[in-house]
């Protein structure tokens, strides 16, 4: 029965996946996530690309071959882990013996947060990907495999550190001292492999770009993310995790030791994140999306919930309330509610669509620059420029006014309204002693270009 349930899970989400992938042209809606395409799709001739911290190495390592097909390569890389996320999220769910289990990938893979950025360059369903094959061998008492498999996903995402910490506690009180000691075994081979490149041993460290008692990005309330739990899963699928959070705390001492773990993971990912906002460090931005990271284990708190629900109900109501849950559920993601999924994310924004006006411009009518002078990540890829060629590219900024790089005749300068103003604080008016090209505009968006002269 549960294979057959597998079964038609599996045709479903390939189905659904594919025809996103090709009737969505969007890249998950965030600068970020071209950013990592970048880097995986130029690391081949720029090797010192797999181990740049910002971009994670690991991702980047594993990435690298699918972004050679351009975005859409990078998506299926991301369909692929959270495919396999899913698998894993309905193995643990199966074992915890929940009637419902095939709900558990379900709910995963239509929370808004976890469908928008499965079809995204980011390295979010990598991370989930890891994470949930950790708990699953964990589950099976597979310790030294699990240490092994959690010790790297620091070099996925930097929360990594958080579920080393939590790995390590659990691996303390089973007493199992080969699991905690293998629990480095990420953190010792990029420390020898970065080593010949940053001649730093302890550059896994010293690297990590966020790594900062400061954020320039601001901060705001302790209970920012607690509200922002509805526009991360929906609202019916919230109700059932709260209820699932409820069920598994006050039932705490008779849950297995592996719900227990899930439990932990959330909380302590969760609190991070919320004190990392409250407190202004680690250049914390707020943002929801880094709890797609760990959204497998949201889903089996939500199943425990709804199982918990279905359990609860007396017989003759059952049936049909089980019924409106599950279509309120499977409905909700495609209504208008804010705390939906926003289609709009799968789909090239106002901005992305100027960039695209102003590659198509340049390719038909400039023709040829000495370099590129831009800001924004998606020019890079509509250009099909090598951002981290210095002879074809150079970031526009500015410092005390004054703009660099160094101008050379021929450069086209690209400014826009966004990544130039807010990431660099370079205004147009800086630019006024340039030669004007064109300006484009799509709605609120603006690029201007320049050509010195």
């Given at each position: 029965m549960k294979k057959n349930q597998w079964k038609l899970f599996t045709i479903g989400y390939w189905v659904i996946s594919i025809f996103i992938v090709f009737y969505f042209n969007g890249t998950g809606n965030e600068a970020d996530s071209i950013n990592h395409f970048l880097y995986a799709h130029y690391a081949p001739p720029h090797p010192e690309l797999y181990l740049n911290h910002w971009a994670k190495p690991l991702f980047t390592l594993l990435a690298s071959p699918f972004a050679q097909f351009g975005f859409i390569g990078i998506k299926l890389f991301n369909i692929l882990c959270a495919y396999r996320a899913s698998y894993f999220t309905f193995k643990i769910v199966s074992k915890l013996r929940i009637k419902q289990s095939i709900l558990g990938p379900v709910f995963y893979f239509i929370f808004p947060i976890s469908f928008v950025t499965t079809f995204s360059g980011l390295t979010e369903p990598l991370c989930a990907f890891i994470l949930i094959a950790s708990i699953y061998l964990f589950q099976h008492k597979k310790y030294l495999t699990c240490a092994f498999l959690i010790s790297v996903t620091p070099f996925v995402r930097s929360e990594g550190l958080i579920f080393l910490a939590v790995l390590a506690f659990f691996f303390i009180y089973l007493k199992n001292w080969k699991a905690f000691a293998l629990l480095s075994f990420g953190h010792i081979v990029y420390s020898l492999i970065g080593y010949f490149h940053y001649q730093d041993i302890l550059w896994v460290f010293t690297k990590i770009p966020y790594a900062h008692l400061s954020s320039h990005y601001g901060g705001g309330s302790l209970f920012h993310f607690a509200e922002k739990l509805n526009y991360l899963m929906g609202i019916p699928l919230l109700v059932f995790f709260i209820l699932g959070t409820v069920r598994i705390l006050v039932g705490w001492k008779r849950m297995r030791i592996?719900?227990?773990?899930?439990?932990?993971?959330?909380?302590?990912?969760?609190?991070?994140?919320?004190?990392?906002?409250?407190?202004?460090?680690?250049?914390?931005m707020g943002l929801k999306r880094v709890f797609a990271a760990i959204t497998p284990l949201m889903a089996i708190v939500a199943l425990f919930g709804f199982d918990l629900f279905h359990k609860i109900l007396v017989d003759p109501m059952r049936k049909g309330l089980m019924a409106i849950s599950l279509l309120l559920i499977f409905v909700f993601p495609f209504t208008s509610n804010p705390t939906a999924v926003?289609?709009?994310?799968?789909?090239?924004?106002?901005?992305?669509?100027?960039?695209k006006s102003v590659a198509n411009y340049l390719q038909k009518e400039e023709k040829i620059s000495n370099r590129f002078i831009y800001t924004d990540p998606f020019l890079s890829y509509t250009l099909k420029v090598d951002p981290f060629d210095g002879q074809k590219h150079q970031i526009l900024a500015q410092h005390e006014g004054v703009i660099s790089p160094t101008l050379k005749s021929g450069d086209l300068i690209i400014w826009d309204n966004w990544h130039s103003v807010v990431d660099y604080g370079v205004t147009s008016e800086m630019l006024s002693n340039l030669g004007f090209v064109k300006e484009f505009r799509q709605g609120k968006s603006t690029y201007k270009i320049y050509r010195k002269k």
């Open positions: 592996a719900t227990r773990l899930i439990m932990i993971l959330f909380l302590s990912f969760f609190i991070a994140h919320s004190l990392f906002w409250y407190l202004e460090i680690f250049n914390s926003n289609w709009n994310d799968l789909n090239l924004n106002d901005a992305q669509v100027n960039a």
